[in-house]
T-cell receptor
Framework: KAGVTQTPRYLIKTRGQQVTLSCSPI?????VSWYQQTPGQGLQFLFE???????NKGNFPGRFSGRQFSNSRSEMNVSTLELGDSALYLC?????????????FGQGTRLTVV | GNSVTQMEGPVTLSEEAFLTINCTYT??????LFWYVQYPGEGLQLLLK?????DKGSNKGFEATYRKETTSFHLEKGSVQVSDSAVYFC???????????FGKGTRLSVIA
């Protein structure tokens, strides 16, 4: 079956702009989580959606937001981009959000802010 | 809070050498433990997992045992290959609706 699909793979944006990233989870998976990966901070949790509801949120400013649609596809939006937002953004899907459930990751979207 | 600590990298080994990557955790409950691997330009792939104390996860020659007494989940492989070169992440997940908590990752380079 198809894996987690993230689009686009690469993005270059200018400071102050906004960006929307997309994630299509594995069919049947209802939980979608987003992570930011940078060389300095490693993998940091952004938020998690389950059945269109945000269940968990990490420690990121309000410029970072997300949503999940009825087909479980998810988008994340970053407004007023800053240079420090340059990172690899990873999406993970799982059947549910219970501990011990395997998470499957997409290849990520590499965002560069100039 | 919940956290994962991994040994600092990078780790450079010759082909067929023995690999150990240390991982210890702090958790408020009884977590499930995972090792993920990230190959260059890719997302993370689950390598192995263990859901309770004394469980051993294994896959592709890699093994890790959930040690509750030492709060550890060290990754081992008896004979590494060049194709094992990647970044390895230790992670934990608690029961309920909690996200994965990752260590900072350990970069492994295997040279022929």
């Amino acid at each position: 079956k198809a894996g987690v699909t993230q689009t686009p793979r690469y993005l270059i944006k200018t400071r102050g702009q906004q960006v929307t990233l997309s994630c299509s989870p594995i069919s049947g998976h209802r939980s979608v989580s987003w992570y930011q990966q940078t060389p300095g901070q490693g993998l940091q949790f952004l938020f998690e959606y389950f059945s269109e509801t945000q269940r968990n949120k990490g420690n990121f400013p309000g410029r970072f937001s997300g949503r999940q649609f009825s087909n479980s596809r998810s988008e994340m939006n970053v407004s007023t981009l800053e240079l420090g937002d340059s990172a690899l953004y990873l999406c993970a899907s799982s059947l549910n959000s219970q501990g011990g459930t395997e998470a499957f990751f997409g290849q990520g979207t590499r965002l560069t802010v100039v | 809070g919940n956290s994962v600590t991994q040994m600092e990298g990078p780790v450079t080994l010759s082909e067929e050498a023995f690999l150990t990557i240390n991982c210890t955790y702090t958790a408020t409950g009884y977590p499930s433990l995972f090792w993920y691997v990230q190959y260059p330009g890719e997302g993370l792939q689950l390598l192995l997992k263990a859901t309770k104390a004394d469980d051993k996860g294994s896959n592709k020659g890699f093994e890790a045992t959930y040690r509750k007494e030492t709060t550890s989940f060290h990754l081992e492989k008896g004979s590494v290959q060049v194709s094992d070169s990647a970044v390895y992440f230790c992670a934990l997940s608690l029961s309920g609706n909690t996200p994965l908590v990752f260590g900072k990752g350990t970069r492994l380079s295997v040279i022929a």
